[in-house]
């Protein structure tokens, strides 16, 4: 199943995606569907009714546009940690975003002149959909609601200037995701999905969901242990080699860039990069 986020007629609408076109639920967006302990059914019921929109026309915004947590691992593919010079965690590197730094799958993402080193970090994202409090990872498992896709665009500069990377992870609307959430008996990221990025149609990042160092419900266990998640809260399960920092000399996106991130089984985000000089 694949449930979505739409403008539809200047109103936010949680919806599923039918083979006829998207069909609206009575929820706001997803994060609020995912509120009630019977989501799935109400969104499988749903799944023969009238279409609200094609598929064509669809306008979407981010999948879950107020989560209470957006909690982010760094370092977690095998290439990525290696091509940054370090060795093989034993624990999650974590670090957090706020709600405003989320944008829609398809936005133009634009910038002030803040930051001069703008990076991508093409992301899978899981969002939990049940309560879970020290949880195992079997627990962990069965509590995802499903998967969708980010871009963790990063400002190197800012996140250079501490040793605490937040400042340079939390810029607003500068955290694409969607376009939609798909849910785990319809995608296995642990099996490996194939994750791009590319810039400007050069593909910059190609990686695979299986070398993660800690898959999702490994995270999501580890995450519970000392904050409780809840349904509509996202977690960014790190990025594969290929960031711009990483490259030699540095490449940072620049105004007027294409940016696209791709997830096999799930979709892509396109966004144009506005930067102001």
Partial sequence: MRLATLDIDGRSQAAVETSRG?????FSNVGDLLQVPRWRE???????????????????????TEPRKVICCGLNYRDHILEMGRDLPLFPTLFTKYADSLAAPFAELSFGSESTE????????????AEVKNCSPEQAL???AGYTISNDISMRDWQRRTLQWFQGKAFDTSTPLGPVLVTPDECDPKAGLIITCHVNGEEVQHGNTSTLVFDSAALISYISRFTTLRPGDVILTGTPSGVGMAQTPPKFLRDGDVLVTSIEGIGELRNLISIDN
């Avoid at 749903?46 to 879950?64: F, K, M, Q, R, W």
């Fill in 42 to 64: 109400i969104a499988e019921q749903n799944l023969s009714g009238d279409v609200v929109v094609s598929i064509s026309e669809v306008t979407y915004l981010a999948v879950v």
């Fill in 22 to 26: 998207f069909v609206g639920l009575p």
């Fill in 142 to 144: 069965s509590a995802i």
């Fill in 118 to 129: 703008i990076d991508w970090e093409a992301e899978l994202a899981v969002v939990v959909g």
